[in-house]
């Protein structure tokens, strides 16, 4: 079965710094997508960035990016210039080609700081 | 705002009870999926239903059951609740044509959610 862990139960930024999320996984499959989800604290399930296993390059969305590293099973998001509104839950999910639903990890508590 | 819906927002009842929790999903969309939020944890998948059909399963209790309707929208029934049942319950919806095993991608649409406390 895959699973998701993301070790960093909480972190903080200061405003307009940079910040990497941390995410792991293991799976037998060779094909899948990997997302980052936010949650801020009105709850809603928001999708930031989506990464496709076959493509080498990493996806990018404006401030946000991510270090996929395939062999290591890793998928890591940055956020660049951290804005006040960054502050949020956010979660590493995985989904196979084969399975439509998705294995979700712990999450991470963001906060940046004024 | 997803498009998704989710009625009713919040929802509190008693131990040994039985809720109805009800997603309604974007135009169009045919698939509708379950998942569980128990406090500051991640989200559980529970099921999915693809056009009035079970397609998936997840770590859904027995005394959970669902459905999805003609009209697609879909139904989660929780009955001889407990207290650890308390949690946020949310629906998503991807669209149509994403095939089984052919890889293409449908991105889920998540609903705002339905709280529940079982007290």
């Known amino acids: 079965a895959q699973t998701v862990t993301q070790s960093q139960p909480e972190m903080s930024v200061q405003e307009a710094e940079t910040v990497t999320l941390s995410c792991t996984y293991d799976t037998s499959e060779n094909n899948y997508y990997l997302f980052w989800y936010k949650q801020p604290p009105s709850r809603q399930m928001i999708l930031v960035i989506r990464q496709e296993a076959y493509k080498q390059q990493n996806a990018t969305e404006n401030r946000f990016s991510v270090n996929f590293q395939k062999a290591a099973k890793s998928f890591s998001l940055k956020i660049s210039d951290s804005q006040l509104g960054d502050t949020a839950m956010y979660f590493c999910a995985f989904m196979d080609y084969n399975n439509n639903d998705m294995r979700f990890g712990a999450g991470t508590r963001l906060t940046v700081k004024p | 705002d997803s498009g998704v819906t989710q009625t009713p927002k919040h929802l509190i009842t008693a131990t040994g009870q039985r809720v109805t929790l009800r997603c309604s999903p974007r135009s169009g969309d045919l698939s509708v999926y379950w998942y569980q939020q128990s406090l500051d944890q991640g989200l559980q998948f529970l099921i999915q239903y693809y056009n009035g059909e079970e397609r998936a399963k997840g770590n859904i209790l027995e005394r959970f059951s669902a459905q999805q309707f003609p009209d697609l929208h879909s139904e989660l029934n929780l009955s001889s609740l407990e207290l650890g049942d308390s949690a946020l319950y949310f629906c998503?919806?991807?669209?149509?044509?994403?095939?089984?095993?052919?890889?293409?991608?449908?991105?889920?649409?998540f609903g705002p959610g339905t709280r529940l406390t079982v007290l």
């Open positions: 998503a919806s991807s669209a149509p044509g994403r095939e089984r095993g052919g890889g293409r991608y449908n991105e889920q649409f």
